[in-house]
């Protein structure tokens, strides 16, 4: 991270390989097999596939695979950074079934009562269609490393955590739309790696933005609802978007429905068709009194008289929030209290509008065709 200065460096993370990074941004890489040479980053390195592998499932009845699975790699993670191995080198022994030699090695180095070496003795004993299962599901975790893109990214220089936090740097996570499915892995490992280091340096003044739009494709965070809820406290602030809670249902499921109290604020524009989301604003909404007039009219057409009622009608309905307001966005408090707020357009004001032409002056660097 040499080109780190006291004005802050720009960054460019791409485990599609896809995109050219413009001058004066220093190009990073991201593998867990580095924040593994201790045991504990191993178990959680670990965890963080774990969790990506599950994500959006109903059930867990994998439970008892994916634990297994995870006793497995955490070990050979561990190895792997002992050795100074690559990521495409692990992701070849898992899909070999090849542990013997690591096994020696970490009793050699721990003797047999070590958690790595205990849980590899204990994988390797079971049997054999069982170790083939948990063999199958290790390999299933590293199914997001198999590209030559993905392998070549992690070989790339890695972020150096302490300098990007002491100063105003950017970090640029890029993935195009048919390369998601397959860097989620390393793109959620690093983002939870950063998390966390902030939490750890949060009292030396540490502080991270993650502003992650289209959150449900090129960052599902498992771990989503406790950095929103925890970060605040601990140096990390979340801005996400969505198209609208569909998609984060797909992704989180029932933990999806708290995303509104979660987040302390949230700005909903024009244009969601999502019916359950537009219920679910309607609600929060609440119902309010209408005064309404009535004229009584006599049978020669003349007003005989007036009265007036009051009737409780839905203080923003479905088709309201769907078509929304031009040039304003719903906002939502942390009391989940609503009101209109006035967009301003980024062509219509001086501060966005030079980054704007800066931007349509830039040539398209992506390779992606």
């Not at 390369?179 to 793109?187: D, E, F, S, Y």
């Not at 790696?193 to 494709?217: C, K, M, Q, S, W």
């Not at 524009?269 to 909404?285: H, M, N, V």
């Amino acid at each position: 991270m040499s080109l780190l200065h006291r004005r802050g460096a720009t960054l460019l993370f791409d485990p599609s390989g896809t995109v050219d990074a413009p001058a004066n941004v220093q190009r990073i890489g991201y593998s867990p097999i580095r924040q593994s040479l201790s045991w504990d980053g191993a178990v959680l390195a670990t965890r963080s596939l774990i969790d990506v592998a599950r994500r959006g499932r109903g059930d867990r009845g994998d439970d008892h695979w994916t634990e297994r699975a995870g006793a497995l790699v955490a070990p050979l993670l561990h190895a792997a950074a002992l050795r100074d191995e690559s990521l495409g080198a692990l992701a070849s022994r898992v899909d070999q079934r090849s542990c013997d030699d690591v096994v020696h090695e970490l009793k050699d180095r721990y003797g047999d009562h070590h958690p790595a070496v205990a849980l590899l003795h204990g994988v390797m004993a079971t049997e054999e269609r069982e170790r083939s299962s948990i063999w199958s599901t290790a390999s299933g975790l590293f199914a997001g490393v198999r590209t030559e893109a993905a392998r070549a990214s992690a070989r790339e220089a890695p972020l150096d955590i302490d300098d990007f936090l002491a100063g105003p740097h950017q970090l640029h996570i890029v993935a195009p739309s048919r390369h998601q499915a397959v860097t989620i892995p390393l793109v959620v490992g690093l983002i939870e790696e950063i998390v966390h280091a902030t939490y750890d340096r949060h009292e030396r003044g540490a502080g991270l933005l993650l502003a992650l739009d289209e959150l449900a494709n090129v960052a599902p965070l498992p771990r989503l609802a406790g950095i929103v809820s925890e970060g605040g406290g601990q140096g990390v602030l979340t801005l996400a978007c969505l198209q609208d809670l569909s998609q984060a249902r797909s992704r989180w499921g029932a933990a999806a429905e708290g995303f509104l109290s979660l987040f302390s604020t949230t700005v909903v524009l024009p244009g969601i068709a999502d019916r359950p989301t537009l219920e679910l604003l309607s609600q929060l909404a609440g119902r309010t009194l209408v005064r309404t007039p009535t004229v009584q009219v006599g049978p020669k057409g003349r007003a005989g008289g007036h009265s007036t009622s009051w009737v409780e009608r839905d203080t923003a309905t479905v088709g309201e929030l769907a078509r929304g307001r031009a040039g304003f966005g719903l906002g939502l408090d942390a009391s989940n209290a609503m009101r209109w707020v006035e967009l301003t357009p980024a062509h219509s004001h001086e501060r966005f509008r030079r980054y704007r032409e800066r931007s349509a002056q830039a040539p398209d660097r992506s390779r992606e065709r």
